[in-house]
C-alpha cells in the first residue's frame, strides 16, 4: 500500500502517517459557527480536507474511514441574530428563531460546500445535540481538579495541564504577557478558560449542576470528537487560525479528562486565503461569500481548483488571472474526457503526489502532463488514458459530473460573467446619465433572463435565479 506522509502540527515535522486502526481511520475537522453564510476563507479547509478523506477512502476503503465535521449551534452572533428578527416583530420563542436561524445556514452551508465538489462527512454533530456529553465533561474535570466553578461559571485551569501550550509553541506566561486574554473576578488565574457560563431569561440554556446555562466553545468539539471517534483517534484538521486558543484548549480539556486516550495524534492545520494579494476584510472591500462567487458565474470546480493549486500550508491567493487560467485549463480537460468511462485506477504518480503531505499542486502539475499523454494517443489508447484520467481527477474532487456527454459548460459560464458584466455597466451608465427609459429596459430584460436585479446605494447587483436562460441574455449582446 502508499504510504501517507503528513506534517504534523504538534511535532512540526512531516511524519509518516501509521492509523491507530487501518480498520478504522478516524478524522475531525471543526466545522462552521452557522450564523451566516460561509466566506471563501471558510472553503478552503473544506476543500483541503476532503481531499485527505478521499485519499484514505482510496487506500483504506470507504467502509474503514470516519469523517466527522461538526456545526457550533451556540454562539453569540446566532443568538444577536435571533434577537433581531424578535426585535423586529417576530413573536415567536427565542429558541425557535435560534433553530431557524441555524437550520438555513447549514442549508446553506450543504449547497455551496456541495457546489465546490466536496463530499458529506459520515458524521455531521451539531452542538446543541451533545450537551449532556458537554456536561458530563466537565463534572469530570472538575472532580479531577482541571476546573472549578465559580458565579456560574465552570472554567479549565489551565496551569494543572503541564503540557498546556505545546501545540502553539508558547509558554504559559509567555501567552498573558503577550495576549489580550479577559481578566474577570471569578478567574483565578488571567490565562484559564470558560467551559460553561450562564445563560440570562432572554439566552438559549440548559439546566446543569451550576445552574441554567450554555457550554464554552472549545468544550463543544472535546465532547463531540470523544463521542464519535473516541479517546484517541488520527487526525485532527482545522485552519491556521484555530491553533490557538481553540485548539490548543482542546487538547488540555482532552487529555486530562480522558489521560487514558491521546486525543488527536496528528494535527493538521491549513494556512489562510488572501484576495489579490491583501488579507481579505470587509473593509478593503475584497470579502465575499462562497456564494457571492457562484452567483457571479464563478463555477464550484473553477474554485476548488484554484484552492488545490497552492499546498495546503502555504497563504493561498485568489486572484480573477488563476480563475481564468482554471477555468481553460478544466474546460480542456473536459474536452479530454468527454463521454469516457471512468477507470478506477489512477495513476499513482497522482496518489503519490496527495500521498506526500497532500501536494495537490505536485498532483495537479503530474495531472497536466497525464493530459498531454491523452492529447497525444489514438484509438484505444486514448480511450484508455482518457478513462484513466477522469478516475484520477476524482481523488481531487474534480470531474465527477463529466461522464456520458454530460459537461460542466466551464468557458460558457465565463462567457455568461462577461456578459453581465457588460450588461450590468450599460445599467449602471444609463442610471448615472439618468436615462431612465433605458435603464428600465435593461433592467426589465435582464429581469425576463431570469436575472434578479438590486439597486441600492452601492450600484447594481445581480444574482442568478433558477429560472436563468442564458439564452436570453445572448438575444441582449
Given at each position: 500500500?502508499?504510504?501517507?506522509?503528513?506534517?504534523?502540527?504538534?511535532?512540526?515535522?512531516k511524519?509518516?502517517?501509521?492509523?491507530?486502526?487501518?480498520?478504522?481511520?478516524?478524522?475531525?475537522?471543526?466545522?462552521?459557527?452557522?450564523?451566516?453564510?460561509?466566506?471563501?476563507?471558510?472553503?478552503?479547509?473544506?476543500?483541503?480536507?476532503?481531499?485527505?478523506?478521499?485519499?484514505?477512502?482510496?487506500?483504506?476503503?470507504?467502509?474503514?474511514?470516519?469523517?466527522?465535521?461538526?456545526?457550533?449551534?451556540?454562539?453569540?452572533?446566532?443568538?444577536?441574530?435571533?434577537?433581531?428578527?424578535k426585535?423586529?416583530?417576530?413573536?415567536?420563542?427565542?429558541?425557535?428563531?435560534?433553530?431557524?436561524?441555524?437550520?438555513?445556514?447549514?442549508?446553506?452551508?450543504?449547497?455551496?460546500?456541495?457546489?465546490?465538489?466536496?463530499?458529506?462527512?459520515?458524521?455531521?454533530?451539531?452542538?446543541?445535540e451533545?450537551?449532556?456529553?458537554?456536561?458530563?465533561?466537565?463534572?469530570?474535570?472538575?472532580?479531577?481538579?482541571?476546573?472549578y466553578?465559580?458565579?456560574?461559571?465552570?472554567?479549565?485551569?489551565?496551569?494543572?495541564?503541564?503540557?498546556?501550550?505545546?501545540?502553539?509553541?508558547?509558554?504559559?506566561?509567555?501567552?498573558?504577557?503577550?495576549?489580550?486574554?479577559?481578566?474577570?473576578?471569578?478567574?483565578?488565574?488571567?490565562?484559564?478558560?470558560?467551559?460553561?457560563?450562564?445563560?440570562?431569561a432572554?439566552?438559549?440554556?440548559?439546566?446543569?449542576?451550576?445552574?441554567?446555562?450554555?457550554?464554552?466553545?472549545?468544550?463543544?468539539?472535546?465532547?463531540?470528537?470523544h463521542?464519535l471517534?473516541?479517546?484517541?483517534?488520527?487526525?485532527?484538521?482545522?485552519?491556521?487560525?484555530?491553533?490557538?486558543?481553540?485548539?490548543?484548549?482542546?487538547?488540555?480539556?482532552?487529555?486530562?479528562?480522558?489521560?487514558?486516550?491521546?486525543?488527536?495524534?496528528?494535527?493538521?492545520?491549513n494556512?489562510?486565503?488572501?484576495?489579490?494579494?491583501?488579507?481579505?476584510?470587509?473593509?478593503?472591500?475584497?470579502f465575499?461569500?462562497?456564494?457571492?462567487?457562484?452567483?457571479?458565474?464563478?463555477?464550484?470546480?473553477?474554485?476548488?481548483?484554484?484552492?488545490?493549486?497552492?499546498?495546503?500550508?502555504?497563504?493561498?491567493?485568489?486572484?480573477?488571472?488563476?480563475?481564468?487560467?482554471?477555468?481553460?485549463?478544466?474546460?480542456?480537460?473536459?474536452?479530454?474526457?468527454?463521454?469516457?468511462?471512468?477507470?478506477?485506477?489512477?495513476?499513482?504518480d497522482?496518489?503519490?503526489?496527495?500521498?506526500?503531505?497532500?501536494?495537490t499542486?505536485?498532483?495537479?502539475?503530474?495531472?497536466?502532463?497525464?493530459?498531454?499523454?491523452?492529447?497525444?494517443?489514438?484509438?484505444?489508447?486514448?480511450?484508455?488514458?482518457?478513462?484513466?484520467?477522469?478516475?484520477?481527477?476524482?481523488?481531487?474532487?474534480?470531474?465527477?459530473?463529466?461522464?456520458?456527454?454530460?459537461?460542466?459548460?466551464?468557458?460558457?459560464?465565463?462567457?455568461?460573467?462577461?456578459?453581465?458584466?457588460?450588461?450590468?455597466?450599460?445599467?449602471?451608465?444609463?442610471?448615472?446619465?439618468?436615462?431612465?427609459?433605458r435603464?428600465?429596459?435593461?433592467?426589465?430584460?435582464?429581469?425576463?433572463?431570469?436575472?434578479q436585479?438590486?439597486?441600492?446605494?452601492?450600484?447594481?447587483?445581480?444574482?442568478?435565479?433558477?429560472?436563468?436562460?442564458?439564452?436570453?441574455?445572448?438575444?441582449?449582446?
Amino acid at each position: 500500500m502508499t504510504k501517507i506522509t503528513l506534517t504534523n502540527s504538534k511535532t512540526r515535522q512531516k511524519e509518516p502517517f501509521e492509523p491507530i486502526d487501518p480498520n478504522n481511520v478516524r478524522m475531525y475537522v471543526c466545522g462552521p459557527t452557522v450564523y451566516d453564510r460561509a466566506h471563501l476563507g471558510n472553503a478552503r479547509p473544506v476543500i483541503v480536507f476532503d481531499v485527505l478523506y478521499r485519499l484514505l477512502r482510496h487506500l483504506y476503503g470507504g467502509e474503514h474511514v470516519t469523517y466527522v465535521r461538526n456545526f457550533t449551534d451556540v454562539d453569540d452572533k446566532i443568538n444577536a441574530e435571533a434577537q433581531r428578527r424578535k426585535d423586529a416583530g417576530d413573536a415567536r420563542p427565542l429558541e425557535e428563531l435560534i433553530r431557524e436561524r441555524t437550520d438555513e445556514t447549514i442549508a446553506w452551508y450543504h449547497a455551496d460546500m456541495a457546489a465546490l465538489g466536496n463530499l458529506v462527512p459520515d458524521h455531521e454533530p451539531r452542538a446543541t445535540e451533545y450537551i449532556g456529553q458537554m456536561i458530563a465533561m466537565i463534572s469530570d474535570l472538575i472532580g479531577k481538579g482541571h476546573a472549578y466553578a465559580k458565579k456560574g461559571h465552570v472554567l479549565f485551569r489551565v496551569r494543572s495541564y503541564e503540557a498546556y501550550g505545546a501545540l502553539s509553541g508558547r509558554s504559559v506566561d509567555d501567552m498573558i504577557a503577550g495576549a489580550r486574554v479577559e481578566v474577570a473576578p471569578f478567574k483565578e488565574d488571567p490565562m484559564d478558560f470558560v467551559l460553561w457560563k450562564p445563560s440570562d431569561a432572554d439566552l438559549p440554556g440548559w439546566d446543569s449542576p451550576w445552574g441554567r446555562g450554555r457550554p464554552g466553545w472549545h468544550i463543544e468539539c472535546s465532547a463531540m470528537a470523544h463521542e464519535l471517534l473516541g479517546a484517541s483517534f488520527d487526525i485532527h484538521g482545522g485552519g491556521i487560525d484555530l491553533q490557538f486558543p481553540h485548539h490548543e484548549n482542546e487538547i488540555a480539556q482532552s487529555a486530562c479528562a480522558h489521560p487514558e486516550g491521546e486525543f488527536a495524534r496528528v494535527w493538521m492545520h491549513n494556512e489562510m486565503l488572501q484576495v489579490e494579494g491583501r488579507k481579505m476584510s470587509k473593509s478593503l472591500g475584497n470579502f465575499f461569500t462562497v456564494r457571492d462567487l457562484l452567483d457571479q458565474g464563478f463555477p464550484g470546480e473553477v474554485i476548488r481548483f484554484v484552492m488545490l493549486s497552492t499546498h495546503y500550508s502555504k497563504p493561498m491567493d485568489w486572484t480573477e488571472a488563476k480563475a481564468k487560467a482554471a477555468r481553460k485549463t478544466l474546460a480542456h480537460w473536459q474536452e479530454l474526457t468527454d463521454k469516457a468511462e471512468r477507470s478506477r485506477r489512477p495513476h499513482l504518480d497522482v496518489v503519490d503526489a496527495l500521498s506526500d503531505d497532500l501536494n495537490t499542486s505536485l498532483a495537479i502539475t503530474r495531472l497536466h502532463a497525464h493530459a498531454r499523454a491523452v492529447e497525444t494517443a489514438s484509438g484505444n489508447e486514448r480511450k484508455e488514458l482518457a478513462a484513466r484520467f477522469l478516475g484520477t481527477l476524482e481523488l481531487l474532487g474534480i470531474g465527477e459530473d463529466w461522464r456520458d456527454g454530460v459537461r460542466i459548460a466551464i468557458e460558457a459560464a465565463f462567457e455568461t460573467t462577461a456578459l453581465l458584466d457588460r450588461l450590468t455597466q450599460r445599467l449602471e451608465d444609463a442610471r448615472a446619465a439618468k436615462d431612465w427609459v433605458r435603464a428600465d429596459a435593461i433592467k426589465a430584460s435582464l429581469v425576463d433572463a431570469g436575472v434578479q436585479v438590486m439597486i441600492g446605494q452601492d450600484g447594481v447587483k445581480r444574482v442568478l435565479t433558477p429560472d436563468f436562460d442564458p439564452a436570453k441574455l445572448e438575444a441582449l449582446k
